[in-house]
């Protein structure tokens, strides 16, 4: 396994713990997340106010389907739950695109598709807008 893939490693098991130091480690000073559609997060201290986003309660539960690498670009897929505070559960597809500078991460490009609405446990209900 190589530096990188070790590195998006951390970061997802940093997030299902909601583990800020760890996450932070991953990632360059001057990171950028695109959440596309919902928001954009610029630098370190930014980052670090939207691992436990306080529309949320708890850390996600995330699966990660599949990893691609090449060079300096990583795409992951998966799926996740989570919990919104003040509408309930709900679950979630993933995408995010990973671009490193050496070996850690510098920009993170997330798309997130709903799978059922907060609240509900039937898959198929009309997307939310939600990301996590």
């Known amino acids: 396994m ?7 490693d951390r970061y997802m098991d940093g997030f299902r713990r909601s583990d800020h130091p760890q996450i932070l480690a991953c990632l360059t000073d001057n990171v ?8 954009t997060t610029s630098g370190k201290a930014e980052f670090d106010t939207e691992i436990e986003n306080p529309v949320f309660e708890g850390s996600p539960d995330l699966v990660v389907d599949r990893t691609l690498g090449m060079g300096d670009t990583f795409v992951v ?3 996740g739950a989570g919990h919104i505070r003040d509408a309930g559960p709900f679950t979630f597809a993933f995408s995010d695109i990973f671009i490193f500078e050496r070996d850690l991460i510098t920009k993170i490009d997330s798309y997130v598709v709903p799978l059922t609405t907060p609240g509900s446990s039937d898959q198929g209900d009309s997307p939310a807008s ?3």
Do not use: D, E, I, S
């Open 2 to 8: 190589n530096t990188r893939q070790q590195t998006l």
């Open 130 to 132: 939600v990301a996590p």
């Open 77 to 79: 897929t998966g799926t």
């Open 32 to 39: 950028v997340w695109q959440v596309h559609g919902v928001r």
